[in-house]
């Protein structure tokens, strides 16, 4: 009895001691690497697949590969790295063959470097991967290569040759190794999963559209709500580590939809078609969206804004309060001094006004010599008039006058047959600036200066300027590469054989903005009625744009000076890459264009040069809410 109990206690500990050794066996024969197993190694590696199956879009993209551009994936049929694994293995045999102990491993690791730049954008996962498998049978062979002149030395030169070159080479790689990893790699922006929840989007209304209208499926619900949950999903977002995690979640249930879709619509040509459709659609929607853009940013530069209106109404109000008494401006008495440095402006804006007096006085040197002349409408003198007397302007002079008053003006009917919509073009004020000499008979030299312009420097030097006869000097726009270069074909009709006899396309033209004319020259080559008749002509035929510009540069043709650029800088009011330096430089801005500083479509960035001088805490602009 206690025999077999004997016998059987050593059975069941054979049994267990042979399920433990066994497996021992078995992994240390694999492990031991011999010539067979190694074959199996390499038959391991070029058994890898990997994924070769292009995404669906692709197949659409190249049906209409003319409206529609998609991301294309570089894919890998796994015959490519069949090749390049059955090379090795051909190169290791012949190695095998001829017994040399470095050459399996030389091959192993040039072709491994090979494969590396072949495949580093695209598929780094799987370079990591097999190159930490051929990584690990370097460090198990303990191997090194470089002397294939070893055939005819012993088998013992050998080994202690590669023992030698293992001992230099392995601190020279894990060196290389420290090295690569030390190096900062650039931080990259991922935005591939926003990229393909807008991409499942666009499929999934793609989709949709070859509904039924009307349609109320399943497959069609279930696409309506996976549209939305994505929409929602991505909100905002521009890059992967904006998105939540639900949001993954969602792309898996989006993509599970789109393969039911998928199957229930398998004509690829069909989905290509649609697309198109749908980027048409979208062309013609931008177009659209384009066009009333540009309608609305000219009806807002149009308009006046609520708060200028507001201000306007309040200093009117307040002007006709007053006793005729207490409106009188001071310094009446320097209105017509010829000494004196004379500045005019057109204007019915009370803010413009505003900002060209108080930024030409701040910068000015000598403030008692400076007088404005600030001309407007009859609907705009009371408000303008009383700003000046709630703001007196220090030690210079401000006159104000009404083009109501110009009784001599009614003669002249050009004023009346501008046939242009925009008021920038009709209103009378701006053709005033051709009867200077008429406005002011007792003064021989004036700078203009259109309502939105900034100073920023002292303007005495311009007073110095020595004319040379000229009637007008100002800044050109003639050097090509600016953007404020004209052409005078740009708004003259050079095809007309009077315009092509008498002027030159190439002359250098010229801005408004800030112009120093010289009334006596003025007078004397009686410019004022050069500019009727080209003027009356203009009516007749087609010979300019309409505007003021266009018949300045004919009235002062040959009569005008150019200054140097840095006295005036053009573009603030369309251009949004002025350079910062020439704007600290010069001595006037100009907002020439339809984004004027105190409308809400200014240019952001150009705003504080004109709301600097503004005193946005007085009382009557805060009644109005007028804020910077």
């Known amino acids: 009895m206690k025999s077999s109990r004997w016998w059987q206690r ?18 240390y024969h694999r492990l031991n690497l011999t010539p067979y197993a190694r074959r199996e190694f390499q038959e391991d590696i070029s058994s890898v697949t990997f994924r070769t199956d292009p995404l669906p879009l692709n197949a659409i993209e190249q049906e209409g590969a003319e409206e529609l551009e998609e991301p294309k994936e570089v894919v890998y049929k796994e015959k490519d790295f069949g090749s390049r694994n059955s090379s090795i293995q051909q190169k290791i045999n012949d190695c095998e063959k001829s017994k040399i102990h470095g050459c399996r491993n030389s091959i192993l690791e040039r072709n491994v470097s090979e494969f590396n730049q072949d495949t580093r954008q695209d598929q780094k996962a799987q370079q990591k991967e097999l190159f930490s498998i051929i990584g690990d049978e370097n460090i198990l062979n303990t191997t090194v290569t470089h002397n294939q002149s070893m055939h005819a030395h012993s088998q013992k030169m050998t080994d202690d040759n590669v023992e030698v070159t293992d001992k230099k080479s392995m601190p020279r790689a894990t060196q290389n190794h420290n090295h690569q990893s030390s190096r900062p790699q650039p931080r990259r922006v991922l935005n591939h999963k926003v990229l393909e929840i807008k991409d499942q989007i666009i499929r999934a209304r793609a989709y949709l559209g070859f509904a039924s209208p009307g349609s109320t499926s399943r497959l069609m619900k279930e696409l309506k709500l996976r549209i939305k949950e994505m929409e929602r999903a991505l909100g905002t977002a ?20 789109l393969s039911k879709a998928d199957r229930a619509f398998p004509d690829c040509a069909a989905m290509a078609t649609k697309l198109r459709a749908m980027n048409l659609n979208a062309e013609g929607e931008i177009r659209h969206q384009k066009r009333e853009t540009t309608y609305l940013v000219h009806l807002a530069a149009r308009t006046t804004p609520r708060g200028l209106h507001c201000l306007s109404m309040q200093l009117t109000a307040d002007y006709f309060a007053l006793r005729p008494e207490d409106r009188k401006l001071p310094n009446e008495n320097k209105i017509n001094d010829p000494k004196l ?33 600030v001309v407007t409408n009859s609907l705009n003198f009371p408000a303008i008039w009383m700003w000046f ?23 002249y009917n050009a004023l009346k047959e501008q046939s242009s919509s925009d008021p920038r073009f009709t209103s009378e004020l ?4 051709f009867y200077l000499p008429d406005i002011f008979p007792t003064l021989n030299k004036v700078v203009l200066f259109d309502h939105d312009v900034v100073v920023q420097q002292d303007l005495s030097r311009l007073w110095n300027v020595i004319m040379k006869g000229k009637v007008n000097a100002a800044v050109g726009t003639c050097q090509e590469g600016e953007t404020s270069f004209h052409r005078m074909d740009m708004f003259i009709n050079f095809s007309d054989p009077f315009i092509a006899n008498r002027f030159d396309v190439n002359a250098c033209t ?32 087609p010979l300019l744009k309409t505007g003021s510009l266009p018949l300045g540069w004919l009235t002062f043709y040959n009569k ?19 350079d910062k330096n020439q704007i600290e430089r010069a001595a006037v801005i100009h907002f020439d264009g339809i984004r004027k500083p105190w409308l809400d479509i200014a240019v952001g960035r150009y705003k504080s040069y004109w709301t600097k001088f503004v005193e946005f805490g007085h009382p009557i602009l805060q009644r109005c809410n007028l804020q910077a």
């Open 10 to 27: 050593t059975l069941i500990l054979a049994l267990l001691s042979v399920s433990v050794v066994a497996p021992v066996f078995l992994v």
């Open 238 to 257: 521009t890059k992967d580590s904006d998105l939540s995690r639900s949001a993954l979640q969602k792309m898996r249930h989006m993509e599970a939809s």
């Open 341 to 373: 440095h004379h500045y005019v402006v057109f204007s019915d804006n009370v803010l413009a006004c505003a900002v060209v007096v108080n930024s030409t006085i701040s910068n000015a040197k000598k403030q008692g010599k400076l007088v404005f002349h």
């Open 389 to 411: 007397l709630l703001n007196p302007p220090g030690k210079a002079t401000v006159h104000i006058q009404s083009i109501e008053n110009f009784e001599w003006l009614l003669k």
């Open 430 to 433: 701006n053709y005033l600036r």
């Open 510 to 541: 010229w801005a408004f903005g800030m112009n120093l004319f010289d009334l006596q020259q003025w007078r004397r080559q009686n410019l004022t009625a050069l500019y009727h008749s080209y003027l009356q002509m203009g009516f007749k035929r």
């Open 560 to 578: 005008t000076m150019i200054l140097d650029r840095r006295w005036q800088v053009l573009g603030l009011g369309y251009d949004s890459d002025v």
